[in-house]
């Protein structure tokens, strides 16, 4: 479901650059799977599905398979338009050491941004 | 020939809380006096639209201040020793100290979140001052949706962290070059500004309605529906507790109408504003 950040992330010269100092490994829950998201200075290294076995993430988004599908659209609707939207109105929960995805805000969204089909 | 837009902007010197400060303010039009008040952590241009809006400005004297430390505006003398924190006393002083010094009879107070906050404090505490208020994504207490720890580490100095933490608060729907100068606002703001704004926002804003809250004005509650930090049942919660307050949810709109999305927000707020001509 994630697998385009691999193109997608890695062709976005601009978008790299806010996730210049940005190496980690994050996770996106969608219904019970995982995805693992390597990410080394701005560059998606690899997305690998799950199952996993007490895999370290620094943080995770899950929401169900619907809840992405409607966040993924050009015209979300209202509480499906932004991760903290997703939060903020009980679509997604965003756990883990949060202050990773704080950190490199711009990038995480920007790099979310390209999941949206224009 | 230079496209020059209408929009003056001038200087005030102006007393709040006994200390001196120098106010920056913008207005166009003539007639009724419009204050506005923007949002946390930017300034006084997310009006601009509105003061640039003939069908406004015929009728409405359109004026907006940066509150101190916010845009042109200055701290006060001896900021370098001082933490910014805004308090509902020292905004509320400003606001009415701003309004006296220009001698605006009876104006129309509006303002966007934060300013749409104090708008409902405005409307019941000071309401006899106001010809109405206006709350734009405007309630009476915080309905936080991150948590106030955030506000212990240093991402708040940083523009590009204040920018990308209210990004999901435009509407996907508004056009992109005017979201986007929304957002540039955030990049702007002076070094944990935007912070010192959620100090009252989040800790010092709350407003308990109750029966006998009744606003001596008209005070109207505009929300737009893509907005997760007032929501539009937000607004009409707080309206249903103040007797005489109305709430209006606003179609395809964020958190930030006049500036994110202008030609949408005007059709909202024309017939609202056009109840107010005598």
Redesign the interface.
């Known amino acids: 479901m994630f697998e385009s950040l691999l193109i997608t992330v890695n062709d976005d010269a601009y978008i790299q650059s806010l996730g210049r100092n940005c190496t980690t490994e994050f996770a996106l829950g969608v219904d019970d799977a995982r995805y693992h998201i390597k990410v080394e200075n701005g560059r998606i290294i690899s997305v690998e599905q799950g199952p996993f076995q007490m895999r370290a993430a620094s943080f995770l988004i899950s929401a169900t398979k619907d809840t992405w599908a409607e966040f993924m659209t050009s015209?979300?609707r209202?509480?499906f338009?932004?991760?903290?939207?997703m939060?903020?109105?009980g679509n997604a929960r965003i756990e883990g050491d949060?202050?990773i995805l704080?950190?490199h805000?711009?990038y995480f969204?920007a790099v979310l941004g390209l999941l949206r089909k224009v | 020939m230079a496209e020059i837009e209408p929009i003056l902007g001038r200087y005030l010197k102006l007393e709040i809380a006994g200390e001196p400060y120098r106010i920056y303010f913008e207005e166009a039009g003539e007639g009724i006096p419009l204050l506005c008040l923007h949002t946390a952590g930017a300034h006084a241009s997310q009006f601009r639209h509105l003061m640039c809006d003939p069908d406004v400005s015929r009728q409405f004297r359109v004026i907006a201040f940066d509150l101190p430390w916010h845009g042109k505006s200055n701290p006060p003398v001896g900021w370098e020793r001082k933490e910014y924190k805004l308090t509902a006393d020292f905004y509320v002083d400003t606001i009415l100290a701003f309004a006296d010094a220009l001698e605006l009879e009876k104006p129309i107070v509006m303002g966007c979140s934060m300013g749409g906050r104090v708008a409902v404090r405005l409307a019941c505490l000071h309401g006899e001052r106001f010809r109405a208020a206006i709350g734009l994504e405007g309630s009476n207490r915080p309905s936080p949706w991150w948590d106030n720890s955030w506000l212990e580490t240093d991402f708040f100095a940083r523009g590009d962290f204040c920018e990308a933490l209210v990004s999901g608060l435009a509407a996907p729907t508004s056009p992109p070059e005017f979201r986007n100068e929304t957002l540039w606002h955030y990049r702007q703001s002076g070094t944990n500004i935007f912070k010192g704004d959620m100090h009252f926002f989040r800790t010092d804003s709350e407003f308990e309605a109750d029966a006998e809250s009744a606003a001596p004005c008209p005070l109207i509650l505009m929300t737009g529906e893509y907005d997760y930090s007032c929501t539009p049942d937000d607004g009409r919660r707080t309206a249903a507790a103040i007797p005489g307050a109305e709430a209006i949810e606003m179609k395809g709109m964020g958190h930030f109408p006049m500036s994110e999305n202008p030609a949408a927000f005007r059709e909202y707020l024309l017939p609202v504003l056009k109840r107010f001509l005598n």
């Open positions: 015209t979300p209202p509480g338009h932004d991760i903290f939207a939060s903020a109105m949060i202050k704080l950190e805000l711009p969204k």
